[in-house]
């Protein structure tokens, strides 16, 4: 694909890079439309979104950091200490459910600290937005050709040539694969959708908030039988099935459940 989309002078500018400012714009915008509906204020919601984004970023780097270290030396994706500030780990994208974990714990210490948002509703406002902006965050996974799939014959596989890819990310060149990215982009949008419509007939506040973490998780351990980037971290607890994205996709629906259950046992009125 296309891991450089074009060069100022000498600095080049990425696709992945520019695809995740998109998702991030396009997701706030999604996130102050539903906002409306529970009569969030716009302004409240691009502040937290702009703090979400930071926490995003230093999680994807963390959780990629914590897997390189305890993956043992000589597979793929493992790390040493020295490896941390290296230019490849501060280019490299991370892993999406560690800034996900953190922007979560950032979202509940900002409005538990008081933020003028409330709680449940904020939460539901946000999460369409979150969907939105890891399908476009996707795209880019595409273009630059990482979280790349494993060798198919099907005839919608994808070949990637271009030596930046594996120069990058280790994207396999000339060999026909899972366009995986791609699957998680359109499992992203069906996540969104699916929000959308539940939105329409929540039942209580935090509803959505806590239907995103089942859906995301049950989504993320489909479509890691496709994956093929073995430093993702692969084979924890001595299960060869359970990767890094599977163990954090459980986490995620252990969370939506329990706060499922927290939630609607507390049910304030609802604004429809």
Same mark, same amino acid.
């Given at each position: 694909?296309?891991?450089?989309?074009?060069?100022?002078?000498?600095?080049?500018?990425?696709?992945?890079?520019?695809?995740?400012?998109?998702?991030?714009?396009?997701?706030?915008?999604?996130?102050?439309?539903?906002?409306?509906?529970?009569?969030?204020?716009?302004?409240?919601?691009?502040?937290?979104?702009?703090?979400?984004?930071?926490?995003?970023?230093?999680?994807?780097?963390?959780?990629?950091?914590?897997?390189?270290?305890?993956?043992?030396?000589?597979? +793929?994706?493992?790390?040493?200490?020295?490896? !941390?500030?290296?230019?490849?780990?501060?280019?490299?994208?991370?892993?999406?459910?560690?800034?996900?974990?953190?922007?979560?714990?950032?979202?509940?210490?900002?409005?538990?600290?008081?933020?003028?948002?409330?709680?449940? @509703?904020?939460?539901?406002?946000?999460?369409?937005? @979150?969907?939105?902006?890891?399908?476009?965050?996707?795209?880019?996974?595409?273009?630059?050709?990482?979280?790349?799939?494993?060798?198919?014959?099907?005839?919608?596989? @994808?070949?990637?040539?271009?030596? @930046?890819?594996?120069?990058?990310?280790?994207?396999?060149?000339?060999?026909?694969?899972?366009?995986?990215?791609?699957?998680?982009?359109?499992?992203?949008?069906?996540?969104?959708?699916?929000?959308?419509?539940?939105?329409?007939?929540?039942?209580?506040?935090?509803?959505?908030?806590?239907?995103?973490?089942? !859906?995301?998780?049950?989504?993320?351990?489909?479509?890691?039988?496709?994956?093929? +980037?073995?430093?993702?971290?692969?084979?924890?607890?001595?299960?060869?099935?359970?990767?890094?994205?599977?163990?954090?996709?459980?986490?995620?629906?252990?969370?939506?459940?329990?706060?499922?259950?927290?939630?609607?046992?507390?049910?304030?009125?609802?604004?429809?």
């Amino acid at each position: 694909m296309h891991p450089i989309l074009f060069q100022i002078g000498q600095f080049p500018v990425g696709t992945y890079g520019l695809l995740l400012a998109l998702g991030f714009f396009g997701g706030t915008a999604l996130a102050q439309r539903q906002g409306k509906l529970d009569g969030l204020k716009p302004a409240a919601i691009t502040d937290l979104a702009i703090a979400i984004l930071v926490a995003a970023i230093l999680g994807s780097k963390l959780l990629m950091i914590i897997v390189g270290l305890f993956t043992p030396a000589g597979q +793929d994706g493992a790390m040493s200490f020295r490896d !941390i500030f290296t230019l490849s780990t501060l280019r490299a994208g991370g892993a999406i459910h560690g800034g996900i974990i953190a922007a979560t714990l950032v979202f509940f210490w900002k409005l538990r600290k008081g933020q003028g948002l409330p709680l449940r @509703v904020t939460g539901d406002a946000l999460v369409p937005g @979150v969907a939105l902006g890891q399908a476009i965050g996707r795209l880019g996974c595409f273009s630059a050709g990482c979280c790349y799939g494993t060798e198919t014959h099907l005839p919608w596989a @994808v070949t990637f040539t271009n030596p @930046v890819a594996q120069a990058f990310s280790g994207t396999p060149l000339d060999v026909p694969l899972h366009p995986v990215q791609l699957y998680n982009c359109f499992e992203n949008l069906l996540v969104m959708t699916i929000l959308l419509i539940a939105r329409k007939r929540r039942g209580f506040e935090g509803q959505i908030f806590a239907l995103y973490f089942l !859906i995301e998780g049950l989504g993320r351990i489909i479509t890691e039988t496709w994956r093929g +980037d073995g430093d993702r971290g692969t084979g924890w607890l001595g299960w060869a099935w359970l990767s890094t994205g599977r163990a954090t996709g459980l986490a995620f629906m252990l969370l939506g459940a329990g706060i499922w259950l927290a939630w609607s046992r507390r049910r304030p009125a609802v604004a429809q």
